[in-house]
């Protein structure tokens, strides 16, 4: 007889049953737990790769990419590396507990705001199956239970994976149901997921735009939404000429397919001679396609005529949208009509203008003579993130441990009444 | 020929399109647009009060019962309150503007997190046309524009109040756009606001069950949940007698009808002979009907025969549903099961019972020995509120002007790239 697979709720009710429990732990044993789920991973690692080449066997035969294979696999030191992840994790300080701000009221009544596990928190995610690991470290760090729901394509690695974080959770005495991977395979899961409202504190998709988009429309519980970066460079009339050009080649060559990297350049048109020709060759050098209005096109002819589309467009490739602007004015509408308010670079040597320019542009990070690409925990000394929030709600811009707690007051009296 | 009604949609682009333009003032001009449309609502106090009457009159004639038409009201002293409650939001600091923290990175970078408007507040509300201003008062004073869907009970009154705010954004020079009242009188405005992705920030509900569950199954934009509190009190077998009598009878009696209120009385069974039968003999004699289970009956024969409907119910009346329990751990398994994560509180003077309590209650305020009446924006000295978030994301307990922002960072460099 075959066991009966429980349902996405049933999962649900089974994480939110034991995550008070660890919100009750003590950092100590928190960070026993993610050390007994490194030692397992490494102790384990044949049985993650023989499920990870079952994956790897299945794409192949259906034709997928050579980049999205690669983004699936879990061979060379991958799997040392989600170990290594789990153990940086451990070295980071606690979120917990922390006392945000206290008073007494007149009355004699003490509140305290601390910091508090959210409680169950859903991931929804693509592809690479070393999220799976990031996002329990994450989660179990800051006290909260968890409820994954990986691609297909990683179906067999992120099953492996989670069923040995329940061994090392349990090792440890910890339930397993503490984090749970959803089992129903098909897609109605995730509608499924987004509908739980009173199980699901928040989910957090990441992924595609398509993803994202399916997520929102969908989701009756709390969304962080993440990711979507139409990123700009703009560079003023005083830039320094080296370091604009550094700042664009590093924003659009240094990964291209990420979030952070920067899809459209804005120029004053007082550089479009003296510099903006020199700095799309270096471009084109590093094979970037230059797609640019009619005033480019004058000093650069070799760039494809760029349409509405190209303003629109966050490319995630090695495409860049080129624009030539008469001032900080249409540059910032420029930015405010097509940006997705993840982050927004000027390159100048003019104080009022940097100044307003982060004063002005409404996005997640605002930079005065740096490159987009530092949108990013690691970057920003977070030591680990679970995404990029482009919404304005509980988190904008890179999410650490302390975007994973909420809070709640203590309020200790000795009998006040209203 | 009539003019055409914007759609809500064109309404929310008005608004977000000059929303921009208030974040950037200043504080002072911020207060002086409160302080204009304070004295704009006294001149007017006549127009006010013939439009209310006008509303006044067809929920009359429509059998409206009588507290809805005092919550309905404008009459007596209500409009200087409204002129009053702008004038008290003038006194609050600005939340504008806060560095929130800020370091340097080993590279030099300089980041920094500061606090933003949010920028366009949709607000969904009930009946009381004071909301509107309030509303108005803690979005201008913070810096967000605003979209008000009141209910169709207050229309007339919401619509002059509205008029009167708009002449006084523009009687100090800002744009009326940046407060809006959505003119299309039918339900469906409702769930087109609900879908502005992109455009709303976030829409807050305020009102009952019904429109919050309403708001959270239909929203694609964010939402903050507000308000719903089955709340308890739990009378631990070392409580002071009185004390606990002093704080059962304000939670439950001095405004029944608010979220804060208690709905059911845990009693620890050493209690239930020599302090719960004279408890519930105050509590009926100040008009409360009690609903208690076996054991409660035991003891006091007056109660009516409780049922698990009670234990869930939110009355918002004077009816209280008693329990008695034998533990601490029944007590907290009883409010994890049937709280709703709002407000609870334990009288005891035992000091591990206290720390339990406040440590595993997940609730958005704890109380030891004190009423959970507190749970109020100006209780907590926040000044006033936009509501109480019973939700974990961004904002949770009473929501006073910080609430109503978001962060952005700011990065300043001098050429760093990664």
């Not at 659009?252 to 004053?268: D, F, I, M, Y």
Request: with cysteine; hydrophobic share 45%.
């Amino acid at each position: 007889m075959a066991a009966t697979i429980p349902t996405v709720r049933q999962q649900a009710e089974n994480a939110k049953r034991v995550a008070g429990e660890l919100a009750r732990q003590d950092s100590a044993t928190r960070d026993r737990a993610l050390l007994a789920i490194a030692r397992m991973l490494i102790d384990e690692a044949d049985l993650l790769r023989e499920a990870n080449l079952r994956d790897l066997a299945r794409a192949q035969a259906t034709g997928t990419p050579l980049p999205l294979l690669d983004r699936l696999s879990l061979a060379g030191d991958r799997v040392s590396e989600m170990a290594k992840g789990l153990r940086d994790i451990v070295d980071l300080p606690d979120p917990l507990g922390e006392v945000l701000r206290g008073w007494t009221r007149p009355n004699g009544l003490r509140i305290e705001q601390i910091r508090v596990p959210l409680g169950l928190v859903g991931f929804i995610y693509e592809s690479r199956p070393n999220v799976t690991i990031e996002a329990t470290g994450l989660c179990l760090k800051s006290g909260n239970a968890l409820l994954l729901r990986g691609s297909s394509a990683a179906w067999e690695s992120n099953l492996a994976l989670v069923a040995l974080v329940q061994r090392g959770l349990e090792s440890v005495g910890l339930s397993p149901d503490l984090v749970q991977g959803v089992l129903t395979p098909e897609r109605y899961a995730v509608d499924e997921m987004l509908g739980l409202t009173g199980l699901l504190d928040v989910v957090i998709p990441r992924g595609g735009a398509g993803l994202i988009q399916r997520v929102i429309q969908l989701a009756k519980v709390p969304v962080i939404e993440t990711g979507v970066g139409n990123c700009h460079v703009y560079v003023d009339a005083s830039a320094d000429a080296a370091m604009a050009t550094d700042i664009i080649v590093n924003s659009k060559c240094q990964r291209p397919g990420v979030c952070n990297a920067t899809e459209s350049l804005l120029v004053h048109s007082g550089r479009a001679e003296d510099w903006l020709p020199a700095a799309l060759g270096r471009l084109g050098e590093a094979g970037i396609e230059i797609r640019g209005d009619e005033r480019v096109r004058q000093v650069f002819p070799e760039a494809v005529a760029a349409t509405e589309a190209d303003w629109e467009t966050e490319y995630l490739d090695r495409i860049l949208a080129v624009r030539v602007v008469d001032s900080l004015d249409d540059a910032l509408a420029h930015i405010s009509r097509y940006g997705t308010r993840h982050s927004e670079a000027i390159v100048t040597s003019d104080y009022a203008s940097a100044e307003r320019f982060l004063a002005e542009v409404d996005a997640a990070a605002v930079y005065v003579n740096a490159s987009t690409r530092f949108t990013d925990g690691g970057e920003f000394g977070f030591g680990a993130e679970v995404g990029i929030s482009t919404q304005k709600l509980h988190a904008r811009g890179p999410m650490g441990l302390k975007e994973l707690t909420t809070t709640k007051y203590l309020v200790r009296g000795n009998g006040q009444v209203r």
